[in-house]
């Protein structure tokens, strides 16, 4: 049987392969403790002590043990030598015989406390991978939680075929268990219900229809997922039964689900009927949740477009009220003057001079202007709710259906809105019209006393006044959106409105708090609060004395203090450091075609093996790369599949199969993943570290969209009148390591840490920085437990000023510049502590999305004790944040510095996709996720070749020592496209001969081709 590939070659031997040390690397590894020093003056024969040193370095780096021929590792025996054996040859050190390595293996054993994987141990990972096995049955998923256990439990990795033939028969067993208990459990109603499936109607086979996704919020489109919701729901609530008793996670069925949405209705046909059931099953459960979150994302998007409506006429009315009232002045000054008229007797009929009156002013306009001259305020709520009456018959075609089916739930206090809710489904589902039925029957007590004048109002002549139904019921949808998005009220069955509490850890699981805090490995939530809080305390005290006695001895050299006393104002300077995009250096490259460097890039990084068919082991036919290419090229620059055909001269049912079969996103991920560690590994690389720092950064490049989606919103700042979405991007040392495509209208913020914990690569940052989009109510402290420092950047610092705290009284820090206003809640934080960490916990286990968790810690909505125990925390963070940006002038070039590289990638990005100016004309979600994805891997791979030459270049100037050049290389930014041909005619064929990478790089020996790189301008695209 053939194994899993889930690793890449370049993976498997980073994982395994015999460690290739730099200089810098050999006095790091090589350097001896004073325990291993004694360990290794302990072995009586000089080639035994050499080879247990260099053993000891490589367990250092890999963890693992080598067998190596004595002519691989020629250049450490050499640096072990000269460093510790100066009296001894190359010559004289012999290759061990296999008992005396084995005994240095257990040398080192000890001295690290680690141990072999024997086989009880081999048993045991097993039975964990089985369990790994029910949250996710990704192999990629199950290898790397099993690769961090051993690391956990400090045990030496077995061979990586022990881990793929591992991991496939945990994989078989589990899908074989899941669909075992399911046939079992299946009745003939559900199996009749899945096989329909399958089955065709209308010319269109059901999945299909049931797949489609709305393009939007228009009647129509939310219609059809309705009815598709119906079609699902007896099938989700078997689900709901059965998949609780097995066990299987959210993650898998997402996963599962994920499946169908590539399989063709052919392939599931010819698949055994067990997994086909167990895929259907799944896919109508996660389907159901979807439906419900784009139901209730509708609601809330609707209601909030009836309420601008209404607000925008009635700012309007306002206006041409007040210029009408204006314009009529001087026929009320007229009006007025009848009072003082000599020509009308004062025994003159009141009827007369109210006849003259109404002759000079229209009656109706008479309120207007008296209102006007009293300088009373135009009602603009009464508008208001009278432009939702004239609304009534537009929002209750668009909003009843959507509010009858969803099943809504809230809290006690929240119990006046949702007795009005049930009261007003209850009728809806009865086919009942809420104006037929009795004003007195309905449950006003969700009305606010300040609201009774625009909801109770006379009819006709009567002066009685009733419950007008239609802003009762506008009333009801309008309280209920707001409190959908605070998280007061949610929804059952759904993944990004249901109960807070619902996204948190189980709690059977939780009674094993602290090995699941053991397992997430973040020390400070495993750390008594009593110790964090004191730590805190030191700290901040300290930066508080410290930065304003900078400011008073005038050492803070870019903070600038204007005024004396009380009146004292300051301001910083922060003198900034650019990186042009496509360097001059760039500009004496022979120009090569997109095809010809992603060809080349493929060879060196392997990322072709990412693309797996996804009928994963089962396939019969291997990949053809160049359709892949093909496809990746088409999608990357929006040309399109149909374009690129014709451009390629390839056939479009080849590219369309292609597509469809390899090009997923976690294949794409997986490719990117690939040349973005690839590019880590470059010697030039960390020369881009900030500060010696992996400093990052995220922010979101807007996309217009052309096929309006579900996630594309309204943006007139970005889009004008059309819609479009946000490509959400971590960048570090210019390299784009993960990427996310969320909606126009969500919050950059609650992706922060969701795009951070899910990189995959081996690019890992340790500060991260975002503009003011970026920030929230918990970032500073979230990414802090995961090991990240966050570095903002604030459009507005001094309006930060003011939530700045301490562990005084403000009162202590007398007349300091930069002082907390308020004291730090400590005590509610101790007594919040074990709700915080099981708060933290959920982030980590990825049950749910981290950015549906953020979005309803960080909302405004709703303040309980942990939450504001959770904000006391972030202030905390964000105080000692803001003290530093403050003090350090470099850290604020740093973060600045950050941000310009996001920027940077987005101006390539756009110069890659730049067919259809650039917009997304994609019928899914999903889709400008993958399209997204072949962007950022185009991008990814130009980015390579190019830190590839660079360090070629770096590497001959550090031969010549040639420091100058050297600090010239490290300030050429890898974002640049001037030599990539990315237009034209596109010939996918392999090359014949290697692009000569030395032979590129020799060009800039030449001291005219050199200068020509300095003093050539960067162009400007």
């Not at 009006?335 to 109706?364: C, R, T, Y």
């Not at 009762?472 to 069955?493: C, K, M, Q, S, T």
């Not at 990005?909 to 067919?915: L, Q």
């Amino acid at each position: 049987m053939r194994r899993l590939l889930i690793l890449t070659v370049r993976e498997i031997d980073d994982l395994y392969g015999l460690p290739r040390f730099t200089n810098e690397d050999r006095r790091l590894y090589f350097d001896l403790s004073p325990v291993e020093r004694e360990a290794v003056d302990a072995i009586h024969t000089t080639s035994a002590a050499v080879h247990l040193t260099l053993q000891l370095g490589y367990f250092k780096a890999k963890r693992r043990f080598f067998v190596y021929d004595r002519e691989t590792v020629l250049d450490d025996l050499r640096y072990i030598l000269q460093q510790y054996f100066p009296e001894r040859d190359l010559a004289s050190i012999k290759a061990l015989s296999k008992p005396t390595r084995l005994e240095q293996q257990q040398i080192i054993l000890k001295l690290f406390d680690y141990r072999l994987c024997d086989s009880a141990t081999k048993e045991e990972l097993e039975q964990r991978a089985q369990r790994i096995a029910r949250l996710s049955t990704q192999p990629i998923y199950i290898l790397r939680e099993t690769l961090q256990h051993l690391t956990n439990q400090r045990v030496v990795a077995p061979r990586y075929t022990f881990l793929q033939d591992m991991v496939g028969r945990v994989v078989t067993a589990e899908r074989k268990r899941i669909t075992q208990l399911l046939g079992q459990a299946l009745t003939p109603a559900v199996d009749k219900q899945l096989e329909a499936l399958l089955q065709a109607d209308e010319n269109m086979y059901r999945i299909s229809a049931l797949k489609r996704e709305p393009k939007d919020f228009s009647y129509k489109e939310l219609r059809r997922e309705v009815e598709r919701r119906k079609f699902f729901q007896p099938l989700y609530e078997f689900a709901q039964t059965f998949l609780i008793t097995t066990g299987l996670s959210n993650e898998s069925v997402k996963y599962y689900a994920s499946l169908v949405q590539f399989y063709t209705v052919y392939k599931l046909q010819r698949m055994s009927a067990a997994i086909t059931r167990l895929y259907l099953l799944c896919f109508a459960s996660h389907r159901f949740r979807q439906i419900n979150d784009n139901l209730t994302e509708a609601f809330i998007h609707l209601v909030d477009h009836y309420k601008q409506e209404a607000k925008l006429a009635a700012q309007d009315a306002m206006h041409v009220a007040m210029a009408k009232a204006s314009e009529h002045l001087q026929a009320a000054g007229q009006v007025l003057n009848l009072f003082v008229d000599p020509s009308i007797p004062g025994e003159a009929p009141f009827a007369i001079v109210k006849e003259k009156a109404f002759s000079m002013l229209d009656p109706e306009r008479f309120t207007l202007v008296s209102d006007y001259m009293r300088n009373i305020e135009f009602d603009k709520t009464a508008f208001e709710w009278s432009c939702y009456t004239r609304l009534s018959p537009t929002f209750k075609r668009n909003l009843r259906h959507l509010f009858s089916d969803l099943d809504f739930a809230g809290r006690v206090e929240d119990a006046p809105l949702l007795d009005a809710v049930a009261f007003l489904q209850d009728l809806l589902r009865q086919g009942k019209s809420p104006r037929q039925t009795k004003p007195s029957s309905f449950p006003t007590a969700v009305i606010a006393k300040g609201l009774h004048r625009y909801l109770f109002t006379a009819e006709g002549k009567s002066e009685d006044k009733h419950l007008a139904v239609d802003r009762y019921e506008f009333l009801v949808y309008r309280l209920l959106r707001n409190a959908l998005e605070a998280g007061d009220v949610y929804v059952h069955n759904s993944t990004e409105f249901r109960r807070f509490e619902d996204d948190l850890i189980s709690d059977a699981r939780w009674q094993n708090k602290d090995a699941v805090l053991r397992e997430i490995g973040a020390p400070i939530l495993l750390a008594p609060i009593q110790e964090t809080l004191a730590a805190f305390r030191e700290t901040l005290e300290a930066k508080f004395k410290t930065v304003n006695q900078r400011i008073d001895d005038g050492r803070n050299k870019h903070l600038k203090v204007t005024g004396v006393a009380e009146k004292r104002r300051w301001t910083l300077v922060s003198p900034s450091e650019e990186e042009p995009v496509n360097n001059p250096f760039f500009s004496q490259l022979p120009g090569i075609d997109i095809a010809d460097l992603l060809w080349f890039v493929a060879r060196r990084t392997a990322f072709l093996r990412a693309f797996t068919h996804v009928l994963e082991r089962y396939v019969k036919h291997e990949s053809n790369p160049l359709e892949i290419l093909a496809c990746i090229v088409a999608m990357g620059t929006n040309m399109g599949l149909w374009k690129m055909a014709e451009v390629a001269s390839l056939s479009h049912p080849a590219l369309l199969t292609t597509a469809r079969n390899y090009l997923r996103l976690e294949t794409l991920h997986a490719a990117n993943d690939a040349i973005c560690n690839a590019i880590a590994q470059l010697p030039v690389f960390h020369e881009y570290d900030i500060q010696d720092e992996m400093h990052s950064s995220s922010d979101g490049q807007r996309i217009e969209t052309q096929i309006h989606t579900i996630n594309a919103r309204h943006s007139t700042k970005y889009f004008g009148l059309k819609k479009g979405v946000s490509a959400y991007t971590l960048v570090a040392n210019h390299v784009p390591v993960n990427a996310k495509v969320i909606g126009a209208h969500e919050h950059e913020s609650h992706y922060v840490f969701d795009i951070l914990y899910n990189n995959t690569t081996d690019i890992k940052p340790e500060r991260h920085s975002t503009d003011t989009h970026g920030t929230n109510q918990v970032n500073f402290w979230i990414l802090h437990v995961f090991g990240y420092c966050f570095a903002p950047r604030y459009r507005d610092l001094h309006k930060r000023i003011d939530t700045l705290v301490g562990f005084k009284h403000p009162t202590n820090y007398a007349d300091a510049l930069i002082k907390p206003s308020r004291k730090v809640f400590d005590t509610l934080i101790c007594k919040e502590w074990p709700n915080i960490q099981r708060i933290m916990a959920s982030l980590a286990q990825k049950e749910v999305s981290q950015a549906t968790i953020v979005r309803k810690l960080s909302s405004y909505g709703r303040q309980n004790q942990t939450k504001k125990a959770l904000w006391e925390l972030e202030n905390i963070c964000r105080t000692l944040y803001i003290l530093d940006f403050i003090d350090d002038v470099v850290l604020r070039q740093s973060v600045q510095k950050a941000l310009n590289r996001g920027e940077a990638y987005h101006r390539f990005r756009r110069a890659i996709a730049y067919v259809n100016s650039g917009k997304f004309r994609v019928k899914t979600e999903a889709e400008q996720q993958i399209w997204n994805e072949c962007s950022r891997l185009i991008a990814n791979a130009v980015i390579y070749y190019n830190t590839l030459l660079l360090s070629r270049v770096y590497e001959r100037k550090q031969a010549d020592d040639d420091q100058a050049a050297m600090n010239v290389i490290k300030g050429v930014s890898p974002i640049a496209w001037q030599h990539v041909n990315l237009f034209g005619t596109f010939e996918f064929n392999q090359a014949a001969s290697e692009i000569d990478i030395d032979a590129l790089a020799a060009r800039y020996n030449d001291p005219v081709c050199w200068s020509k790189a300095l003093q050539e301008e960067a162009e400007d695209i």
